[in-house]
Nanobody, 116 residues
Framework: QVQLVESGGGLVQSGGSLRLSCAAS????????MAWYRQPPGKQRELVAQ???????NYEDSVKGRFTVSRDNSKNMMYLQMNSLKPEDTAVYYC??????????WGQGTQVTVSS
């Protein structure tokens, strides 16, 4: 059974850094397009960053230059390095996989809180 587990969230001051991790199991990780989403308090879930099977990345405009998404297919892991964090980055962060056979799966989320 496919499972995604996020970790690495927490409380950080504005300007600080965090590294989120997403551990995947139950399938062929290297064949999945992976993404990070976030849901700020009272708002809809939004795409933050995506990394394709071939390692091509794209980012939401507000995080470009501050966040970096990466994957390690040998470890079935995806990461989100978040630098220069701002209070508006406060949200629950989710990882998501997309596969043309499996469809989409989500992790349970990890809370990131940035204090001003």
């Amino acid at each position: 059974q496919v499972q995604l587990v996020e970790s690495g969230g927490g409380l950080v001051q504005s300007g600080g850094s965090l590294r989120l991790s997403c551990a995947a199991s139950g399938g062929t990780f290297k064949l999945w397009t992976m993404a990070w989403y976030r849901q700020p308090p009272g708002k809809q879930r939004e795409l933050v960053a995506q990394i394709t099977i071939g390692g091509i990345t794209n980012y939401e405009d507000s995080v470009k230059g501050r966040f970096t998404v990466s994957r390690d297919n040998s470890k079935n892991m995806m990461y989100l390095q978040m630098n220069s964090l701002k209070p508006e980055d406060t949200a629950v962060y989710y990882c998501k996989l997309s596969d043309y056979k499996l469809g989409a799966y989500w992790g349970q989320g990890t809370q990131v809180t940035v204090s001003s």
